[in-house]
């Protein structure tokens, strides 16, 4: 946020903020990265990234990239337990800091402890700071093991995984392939088990996933990481891949992902790696920010293909970017900015500059224009603990000096304005409660899609009660309207619900009609598939035919508006589907499943992933939202900025407060339509 913002734009954005502010799920909107810098909201934090002091004094220009980084002579900087060193690269055995369950300990990494769970990276001499893992041991790491490297002696290799699915290998192109990319890299968990779980974005108890139906033959998967200055290196026992490259592509929307920091090897799922660790930004290979040193230059090129790397390839494409989609699919991500003009060019110039105040601000523009639809959010200053005052101030001031000509997205803006339009409307209590009557018709207030992991399994285990999260919210709301006896009709209020959970979606859903499964689409596969789920609708914590008898005869409704986002957009196309209606306005879109992404100096971003486009049954597109049977009466004024001075247009959102009327304009529209 600027700080020469007014008070109630603070406010907005705080509100939007907090509202906004969900666990990483399949689906969730993100708030502005301005928001970040709010110094409401962040106390004293900035960034830190990885630099060596041996090549401070080398310049990255055009010619560097995407070239390949082993033109670059670098010195490294290199973290301790150096265990191989030979003309090639140095080998370290690298601590591995594990994310426990949501009640239990972080494992330790102490060096000395010798317990402790370890990984071989590499660090390469033409790339010296870029840290490299095999590819078997990833899936050691994450799976359980199960792969095999086959070795063909010519620079080309087979990795076959546990389930027999294949991928190839050429490290003389530098490219991997597969037939069915899908089957390759998707099984987390379960997968030892035979079962695929790669679409089970929580660990939400009270759903399990029955199976995972495709349609049709998969199209075959090339990624050319030659294109983007990314090696590929192999020997006769292993294939090794940028750590980055490898959580980026192997990542599931449960998040299920590896870091690196210089120091330790994070595996994450629902945290991030500086949630783990509040030490995760404080080592040599990550602390220059703040000091203004430059960019390591070897991490400078390898970041710059990741990037690429993930906006052609990890990308959903979910149709709102500016970026021309056949030319990022087809040329690449260097491409698709050169085609943007000279806005293009500034961009590129500072997501490849060695100044990273420079690069940061270049990746908030990313998302806030060429990338801006809800889910892409490539800050890099959340997390970010214990910074220098004087030196966090100096960075901050760079930060605001650019925010101040730049502003926020038209996205963000909107939906900031119909949640803090709607918010004004809305009793306390309402908001408090989430329930009102008014006839034969209820309400029940969703302000997210959560899943509550903690406060279900005290429940099951007798501990506890119904938690308040999604699943517990409308499994209350509907107990209730069943003894408030003469009640027909349900609306979920959803006028504020920016997403979340697809299986806190699946699951509400499985309670109101029987439905058991979503649909989607694989971006890379070019596929379309059902997701298959058993629901504990009885929530007795078994998965059995009693389930099968739980039933709530009510006619259902959604309250829609253009903060309703991502799962918050899904769930009203889903409920018409099984024939309900919606009223309020038009959702604010969002289809894609949130997927985690890595850059090779140990920042995540958050992107539109392309392995789960949330679809209806007709496969139908739900970006552009969904529009409501019953549109509500909105009108529209103008008012005068009283900061700028500047004219703008404002939506009166009192239709959303009338709660009365809208359970009356349900319960008419039921009593014409069924």
């Known amino acids: 946020m600027i700080r020469k913002h007014s008070v109630i734009t603070k406010t907005i954005l705080a509100i939007l903020c907090a509202s906004l502010a969900l666990p990483t799920g399949c689906s969730g909107a993100h708030a502005s990265n301005k928001q970040e810098m709010n110094s409401g909201e962040v106390s004293g934090n900035a960034q830190k990234a990885s630099e060596t002091a041996g090549d401070a004094q080398d310049e990255t220009d055009a010619s560097d990239l995407p070239q390949s980084a082993g033109e670059t002579e670098l010195v490294a900087e290199v973290p301790p337990m150096v265990e191989t060193v030979n003309n090639e690269y140095t080998q370290k055995t690298v601590p591995v800091r594990r994310e426990k369950a949501s009640d239990g300990p972080l494992q330790a990494a102490d060096q000395k402890d010798a317990s402790v769970e370890t990984v071989q990276l590499r660090f390469y001499k033409d790339a010296p ?15 359980g093991g199960g792969l095999d490297v086959q070795d063909h002696g010519d620079g080309t290799y087979t990795l076959t995984n546990a389930a027999g699915a294949d991928a190839s290998v050429d490290t ?13 890299v998707n099984y987390y968990e379960d997968a030892k088990k035979g079962i695929p779980s790669s ?12 199976e995972v139906v495709y349609e049709g033959e998969p199209a075959e998967t090339e990624f050319n990481l030659g294109k983007l200055g990314i090696e590929i290196r192999g020997d006769s026992s292993d294939v090794w891949f940028p750590v980055s490259i490898l ?3 192997m990542t599931d929307i449960a998040q299920n992902r590896i870091a690196f920091n210089g120091e330790n090897l994070y595996v994450c799922c629902s945290k991030s790696p500086y949630e783990l660790d509040n030490r995760y930004y404080s080592t040599k290979y990550m602390d220059s920010i703040l000091s203004g040193e430059e960019r390591a230059k070897d991490l400078t090129v390898y970041s710059y293909g990741d990037l690429g790397f993930i906006f052609q390839y990890m990308y959903g494409y979910p149709g709102k970017t500016q970026l021309d989609p056949e030319l990022l699919r087809n040329e690449g991500f ?3 900015l050169a085609a943007l003009g000279d806005t293009g060019r500034e961009l590129r110039q500072e997501l490849t500059s060695r100044d990273f105040r420079e690069f940061w601000f270049g990746m908030y523009r990313l998302s806030e224009r060429p990338l801006e639809d809800g889910h892409n959010n490539t800050t890099l200053s959340s997390g970010i603990v214990d910074a ?4 966090y101030q100096a960075f901050r001031e760079y930060t605001w000096s650019k925010f101040d000509n730049y502003g926020i997205s038209d996205f963000v803006s909107k939906i900031s304005s119909a949640n803090q339009g709607i918010y004004n409307v809305r009793s306390e209590e309402y908001m408090g409660s989430g329930y009102h009557r008014h006839g034969d018709t209820a309400i029940i207030l969703l302000r997210s899609f959560s899943v509550d992991e903690g406060g279900w399994n005290a429940y099951y285990s007798g501990e506890g009660e119904i938690p308040d999260d999604t699943m517990g919210t409308v499994a209350k709301g509907l107990i209730r309207a069943s003894k408030d006896g003469g009640i027909k009709n349900v609306v979920f209020d959803l006028a504020t619900n920016p997403g979340g959970y697809s299986d806190s979606v699946a699951g509400a859903l499985s309670l109101m009609t029987g439905r058991d499964h979503l649909c989607g689409y694989d971006e890379l596969s070019k596929q379309y598939f ?13 998965f059995g035919a009693e389930d099968e008898e739980v039933s709530y005869d009510f006619n259902y409704a959604v309250l829609t508006s253009g903060a309703s986002f991502s799962c918050g957009n899904l769930f009203p196309f889903l409920v018409r589907e099984e024939g309900g209606m919606v009223i309020g306005d038009r959702s604010g879109g969002g289809s894609c499943s949130v997927q985690k992404a890595v850059l090779s100096e140990g920042f995540e971003i958050t992107i539109s992933g392309s392995k789960f486009k949330l679809t209806d049954e007709s496969a139908s597109d739900l970006e552009k939202g969904v529009t409501p049977d019953v549109q509500l009466e909105i009108e529209t004024k103008k008012e005068i900025n009283e900061i700028t001075g500047e004219e703008m247009e404002t939506r009166d959102y009192s239709a959303f407060g009338d709660l009365d009327g809208i359970c009356e304009t349900v319960s008419g529209w039921f009593a014409q339509n069924k």
């Not at 700071?129 to 799976?143: H, K, P, T």
């Not at 003389?172 to 390759?184: I, L």
């Not at 997701?531 to 914590?541: A, I, K, P, Q, S």
């Open 172 to 184: 003389g192109r530098d490219t991997v392939s597969a037939e069915n990319m899908p089957a390759f």
């Open 388 to 391: 220098e005052q004087e030196k």
């Open 129 to 143: 700071n870029v840290a490299y893992m095999g590819i078997a041991e990833y899936f050691d790491l994450m799976l």
């Open 199 to 210: 679409f089970k974005d929580s660990a939400a108890p009270y759903l399990k996933l029955r």
């Open 247 to 249: 959580s980026s592509w």
């Open 530 to 542: 059902d997701v298959y789920f058993d629901v504990d609708r009885n929530l007795d914590g078994e």
């Open 334 to 336: 260097d491409a698709a």
